[in-house]
Every structure is written in structure tokens, then in C-alpha cells.
């Protein structure tokens, strides 16, 4: 099977891949940096043709790959951590929002 390619990077989270098919909507989402840590939502509209079960595919093969390690995964959410954050794909029936978050210290 192709292995899928992103050509785009969510616009503030630069090594988080835009999977194909996939469009950022850039007034949805927010940037704030702290001492804890940035946290960071952003929003993608994902086109008609486009399956939720193949974006979550996309992530789940490349985030991986690219230092993320996968920690729960639910029907509609994907959580993956690396270097002290957190990151968090929800899906709706026609979006995808990504949530970062610094992982909280006990």
C-alpha cells in the first residue's frame, strides 16, 4: 500500500504533519506560551472525500516516527506525548483538532 505524504506542517506546531486532504482553518485555534510550557489548538477541515478513519490512520503511522509515542487511543481521540507535552487529535465528523499541552508535572 502508498504510504501517505504530507506536504504542509500545522502552521505553529511546525513538526506535526497537515495529512492530505486536510486544510487549517487559521482563525480557529489559538497560541499561548507559559513557563509550564506552550499550549496551542488548532482546527483542520477535512475535505468531503476524505475518511476519518484514514487522517486517524495517517497520525497513528506518522507521529510515530517523528518522536511522538502514542498513549491512548479512543474512537474519535489519538494522545501522543514527547518531551515533556501532550498532544491531542479529536475528530468530528468533519474536523480535526489538535491540542497541545505541557504534560503535567506531579
Same mark, same amino acid.
Given at each position: ?34 513557563? #509550564? ?14 475518511? #476519518? ?54
Amino acid at each position: 500500500a502508498p504510504v501517505a505524504v504530507a506536504r504542509d506542517y500545522l502552521s505553529t506546531i511546525g513538526d506535526v504533519p497537515l495529512a492530505d486532504g486536510l486544510q487549517e482553518l487559521p482563525d480557529a485555534g489559538f497560541v499561548f506560551d507559559k513557563p #509550564q510550557g506552550r499550549i496551542v489548538q488548532l482546527t483542520a477541515r477535512h475535505a468531503a472525500a476524505v475518511t #476519518q478513519k484514514s487522517v486517524m490512520a495517517f497520525y497513528q503511522d506518522s507521529l510515530p516516527n517523528l518522536g511522538w509515542q502514542a498513549r491512548d487511543a479512543a474512537p474519535a481521540l489519538l494522545t501522543f506525548f514527547r518531551r515533556g507535552e501532550i498532544l491531542r487529535l479529536t475528530f468530528t465528523a468533519d474536523l480535526v483538532i489538535f491540542d497541545l499541552t505541557p504534560m503535567e508535572t506531579p
